[in-house]
C-alpha cells in the first residue's frame, strides 16, 4: 500500500493547488480584463452586447490619457504621498508602540486604551473637523493634506507595541548593562528584530495611502495636486465616462503595486503570515 506521504511524492506540486488555482484565477480575471479593456477603442467599450477581446491592439486611451490629463503629476504626487506615509508610519508608530511595551509612566495604559478607542471611530465624523482644522493652519488643497493624515494611525502603534510585547526583555536589560543607553537599545537590538512588523506596517501603509480617495478628494480641488485615484476619479461624470483613459489610468495605477509584489513577494508572504499571528 503506497503510504500518503509517498503520493505527494509524485505530485510536483500541493494538491492545496488544486483549489487555490481556479480562486487565484477569479481574482486575477478583473486585472485581464481591465489591461484588455485599456487596448479597447472606445467605441468598442461602450458597444452591447460587449466584447471581452479587443479587436487588435489600441493605444487610444494611453495616448490621450498622456496627452488630456497631468497623470505623470498625479503620480509623482502619489509615489510622495506614499513614500512619506510609509516612513512616517515606520518611525513615529515604532517609537510609540515601544513606548507604550516598555516606558512605564503615569496613565500609560488609559492613554494607549484612548489611542485604540480612535479605531472605532468612523472616518466620516471626522472629515470634518479635520478639514476645518487644515484650513486654519493653511494646508487645505496642499500635498500636504493628502499626507498629514497618513503620518501614524491608532493600527499602526497597536501593531507595533504588540510585537514589543514578545520580545524577550532579557536583550534590553544586558544591552543597558553593557553601557548602551535607551535610545541605542531600541536602535541596535530591537528595531533589527522587529523587521517583520515594520515589513507587515508597510504593506499596509502603502496598499492604503496608495489606494486612499475620499479624502484628497475632499481636501484637494486644485488638479496639479491630485493624487492617482483623484485624478481617474475626474474621468466618471455624471452624463459621460472616459473608459479608456480611466481603464489605461487603472493599469498604470496598478503596475506600480503588482512590480513592487513580484519583485518583493517572498517579503510580502511572510508579512502577511506575520500579521495573521497573534502578538
Not at 506540486?13 to 484565477?25: E, K, N, Q, R, Y
Amino acid at each position: 500500500m503506497t503510504s500518503p506521504s509517498a503520493k505527494r511524492r509524485r505530485l510536483p506540486f500541493s494538491p492545496w493547488h488544486l483549489v487555490l488555482m481556479p480562486i487565484a484565477l477569479i481574482f486575477v480575471l478583473p486585472l485581464v480584463q481591465m489591461v484588455l479593456t485599456s487596448l479597447m477603442p472606445e467605441a468598442q467599450i461602450t458597444q452591447f452586447p460587449p466584447d471581452f477581446l479587443p479587436h487588435g491592439i489600441h493605444f487610444d486611451g494611453y495616448r490621450t490619457l498622456f496627452a488630456e490629463s497631468k497623470i505623470v503629476r498625479w503620480l509623482v504626487n502619489t509615489v510622495v504621498v506614499s513614500a512619506i506615509s510609509v516612513l512616517a508610519h515606520l518611525v513615529l508608530c515604532s517609537l510609540a508602540g515601544y513606548g507604550f511595551a516598555r516606558l512605564k509612566f503615569p496613565g500609560r495604559g488609559l492613554a494607549f486604551l484612548g489611542i485604540i478607542a480612535t479605531v472605532m471611530i468612523p472616518i466620516q465624523v471626522l472629515m470634518i473637523p479635520t478639514y476645518l482644522l487644515f484650513a486654519r493652519v493653511g494646508i487645505v488643497d496642499t500635498l500636504a493634506a493628502a499626507i498629514v493624515p497618513w503620518l501614524a494611525s491608532a493600527f499602526g502603534i497597536f501593531l507595533m507595541r504588540q510585537f514589543f510585547l514578545t520580545l524577550p526583555v532579557e536583550l534590553e536589560e544586558a544591552a543597558l548593562l553593557d553601557g548602551a543607553g535607551a535610545l541605542r537599545t531600541f536602535l541596535s537590538i530591537v528595531l533589527p528584530l522587529a523587521r517583520p512588523a515594520l515589513a507587515t506596517l508597510a504593506v499596509f501603509t502603502l496598499l492604503s495611502s496608495w489606494n486612499d480617495l475620499l479624502w484628497p478628494l475632499i481636501a484637494i480641488t486644485d488638479d496639479t495636486k491630485y493624487t492617482l485615484q483623484v485624478g481617474l476619479a475626474s474621468f466618471q461624470g455624471m452624463r459621460r465616462t472616459e473608459w479608456s483613459q480611466l481603464m489605461a489610468g487603472n493599469v498604470i495605477a496598478t503596475l506600480p503595486l503588482v512590480l513592487a509584489f513580484v519583485f518583493a513577494q517572498k517579503r510580502f508572504i511572510a508579512t502577511m503570515s506575520f500579521s495573521g499571528l497573534k502578538g
